[in-house]
């Protein structure tokens, strides 16, 4: 699928994921260097680390099991729907 179709989540956790595919295979050897670049501060490590510090969490979206009053709220909007009884 490509980005157009992705929705804001979908496209972050795809930058996850690269930027933690990258700090796998940037990972230092024995002698403290990149064992791709063979550099001593690996930019590819860098903007990735930059990328995990920037990325937010998801939003947890509506929460649908909250009890107030011991109700549901759905259980109060289907009570608004049904006759008053006759009690």
Do not use: K
Not at 40 to 69: I, M, Q, Y
């Amino acid at each position: 699928m490509t980005a157009p179709f992705l929705s804001p989540a979908q496209i972050r956790n795809r930058l996850v994921l690269v930027a933690r595919m990258a700090l796998r295979v940037h990972r230092p050897g024995p002698d403290g260097r990149c064992r791709v670049c063979r550099v001593p501060r690996c930019p590819a490590v860098a903007a990735a680390r930059g990328l995990l510090a920037a990325v937010r969490p998801p939003h947890p979206g509506p929460r649908t099991t909250t009890v107030e009053n011991g109700y549901l709220p759905q259980a109060r909007r289907w009570a608004r729907h049904l006759p008053a009884g006759d009690d």
